[in-house]
C-alpha cells in the first residue's frame, strides 16, 4: 500500500479556499485516492475520491496531475463546522485502507 | 448519515475480559471492514469480511476475532482484553472489494478497558 504525507495541520479562516495536498510517491497504477473527514470521537467520512485529473462533488474538488504522485483536495469557502482532521489514503483495494495521522484543519472566525 | 449502525456506543471493561461490538452494514452492502483507533492517530485496519469469509486482516492478534451473518452485519470480538485495547472501534461498510468501492464508517464504539 502506498504511503501518503500530508501536512501536519493548517489553519484558515472563514469564507476562505482550502487545499489541502497530499504526496503518495509509490501510488501503484491502479490505486485510488480518497479522502475522509474525520470529527471527534465520530467515524471517518467519505469526502471524494479520484483516479486522475479532475473530480468534483457537492462538497469539495480533488486535483490529480498526471504523473498522480500527488494529490489536492479544494474546499471552497470553508465554515467552522470543517474543523476536523483530514485523510489522504491511496488504495490499490478495498481491503484494507492504510490511514496515516492526517490534517488538522482549523477555520478560524 | 453512512446507513452503517455500531453497537453499543460506550463500553468499559475490565482487564482479562471479553467483549463483543457490533455492527450493522449500510443496505445493499456484503463486505464489513473493522478499524480500531487509538487517540490521536488514524485509524489501524484490523480485518476485513466478504460474504461471511475473512477477507484480509491487520497486524492484529488473534485474540481479534470476527464473524459476518448471512444478513452481512457483524461482529467483532476481543479476548484477554488488555489496557492498550482501549480505544475506538469503527465499522465500515463497502459494497464489494474493489478497487472503486468507498467504505462507509458507523459512528464507532468507545471502549475503554480499566
Known amino acids: 500500500l502506498a504511503k501518503t504525507t500530508q501536512p501536519i495541520s493548517m489553519d484558515s479562516y472563514e469564507g476562505q479556499e482550502v487545499n489541502i495536498t497530499c504526496s503518495h510517491n509509490n501510488i501503484a497504477t491502479n490505486d485510488y485516492i480518497t479522502w475522509y473527514q474525520q470529527f471527534p470521537s465520530q467515524g471517518p467520512r467519505f469526502i471524494i475520491q479520484?483516479?486522475?485529473t479532475k473530480v468534483t462533488n457537492e462538497v469539495a474538488s480533488l486535483f490529480i496531475p498526471a504523473d498522480r504522485k500527488s494529490s489536492t483536495l479544494s474546499l471552497p469557502r470553508v465554515s467552522l463546522s470543517d474543523t476536523a482532521v483530514y485523510y489522504c489514503l491511496t488504495a490499490g483495494s478495498a481491503r484494507q485502507l492504510t490511514f496515516g495521522s492526517g490534517t488538522q484543519l482549523t477555520v478560524l472566525p | 448519515e453512512t446507513g452503517v449502525t455500531q453497537s453499543p456506543t460506550h463500553l468499559i471493561k475490565t482487564r482479562g475480559q471479553q467483549v463483543t461490538l457490533r455492527c450493522s452494514s449500510q443496505s445493499g452492502h456484503n463486505t464489513v471492514s473493522w478499524y480500531q483507533q487509538a487517540l490521536g492517530q488514524g485509524p489501524q485496519f484490523i480485518f476485513q469480511?466478504?460474504?461471511?469469509?475473512?477477507?484480509g486482516r491487520g497486524n492484529f492478534p488473534p485474540r481479534f476475532s470476527g464473524l459476518q451473518f448471512p444478513n452481512y452485519s457483524s461482529e467483532l470480538n476481543v479476548n484477554a482484553l488488555e489496557l492498550d485495547d482501549s480505544a475506538l472501534y469503527l465499522c465500515?461498510?463497502?459494497?464489494?472489494?474493489?478497487?472503486?468501492?468507498?467504505?462507509?464508517f458507523g459512528a464507532g464504539t468507545r471502549l475503554s478497558v480499566l
Open positions: 479520484g483516479y486522475k
Open positions: 465500515a461498510s463497502s459494497a464489494g472489494t474493489g478497487q472503486e468501492n468507498i467504505q462507509y
Open positions: 469480511y466478504y460474504r461471511e469469509e475473512e477477507n
